[in-house]
């Protein structure tokens, strides 16, 4: 290797199926070389998807793979591991991709598969996060990014971000909030995997760069 040679960016693929904001914040934070992850390619089961023009436009790879053409999840998975090693692909985001993997698929790329969950896991997994945590009155809301495990909405924990949740708040303006803290943590996320940055013991992902925790999010804060 020469002493020129630039550091090794990770190829990596972001999984969609609908408009693909998260898909957004990981294309801008690699757009910057320094960045140890390169997004080689944004792939969807629905060709329909919104994200799917929005990375086109983006100059990135793009492909479709409907999963309602293969008659079961195996077949479906399987086109989509061919073309994932067609790309070289060494890294995958699901972002907002709304179909459940199988064992198989994660074992695939066990360690090197993450994703984002609108919720602090391991509270709401699943669907509707917003409306739920609004109806159990929960105060404090948020996302997750975690690596992927068999198990839907499980796998150890990269990063979490929480917002204060506010009396007049609906699903859509807190779900707003959420989606806000959506796009920072998921490229930070994908900065730390994609790096190298972490040690993983069981379930818990401990970084091996220096950071700061911060104050504490009370709500509601109490007045001074
Ligand atoms: C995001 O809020 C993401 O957390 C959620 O879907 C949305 C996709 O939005 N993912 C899930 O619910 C996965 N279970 P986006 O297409 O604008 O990134």
């Known amino acids: 290797m020469s002493a020129n040679t630039a550091p090794h960016r990770k190829r990596t693929a972001v999984l969609i199926s609908g408009r693909g904001s998260n898909m957004v914040s990981l294309i801008k934070a690699a757009a910057s070389k320094s960045f140890p992850a390169e997004i080689a390619l944004v792939l969807s089961n629905r060709p329909?998807?919104?994200?799917?023009?929005?990375?086109?436009?983006?100059?990135?790879?793009?492909?479709a793979i409907d999963h309602k053409l293969y008659p079961d999840r195996e077949s479906f998975e399987r086109a989509l591991q061919a073309l994932l090693v067609e790309h070289n692909i060494e890294l995958i985001?699901?972002?907002?991709?709304?179909?459940?993997?199988?064992?198989?698929?994660?074992?695939?790329?066990?360690?090197?598969?993450?994703?984002?969950?609108?919720?602090?896991?391991?509270?709401?997994?699943?669907?509707?996060?917003?409306?739920?945590?609004?109806?159990?009155?929960?105060?404090?809301?948020?996302?997750?990014?975690?690596?992927?495990?068999?198990?839907?909405?499980?796998?150890?924990?990269?990063?979490?971000?929480?917002?204060?949740?506010?009396?007049?708040?609906?699903s859509a303006t807190l779900g707003a909030r959420v989606l806000e803290q959506e796009h920072v943590i998921y490229p930070m996320a994908l900065g730390i995997v994609a790096a190298g940055q972490f040690s993983t013991e069981g379930n818990r992902v401990a970084l091996t760069t220096q950071w700061q925790a911060p104050q504490a999010l009370v709500a509601p804060a109490v007045k001074s």
């Open 93 to 170: 985001c699901l972002a907002g991709f709304m179909r459940v993997l199988t064992a198989w698929f994660v074992g695939q790329w066990s360690g090197r598969l993450i994703n984002i969950h609108p919720a602090l896991l391991p509270s709401y997994r699943g669907l509707h996060t917003h409306d739920r945590a609004l109806a159990d009155g929960v105060k404090i809301h948020g996302c997750t990014v975690h690596f992927v495990v068999p198990a839907m909405d499980e796998g150890p924990i990269i990063a979490q971000a929480a917002v204060a949740v506010r009396d007049d708040d609906t």
């Open 48 to 63: 329909d998807a919104q994200g799917l023009v929005t990375a086109k436009d983006a100059g990135i790879a793009t492909a």
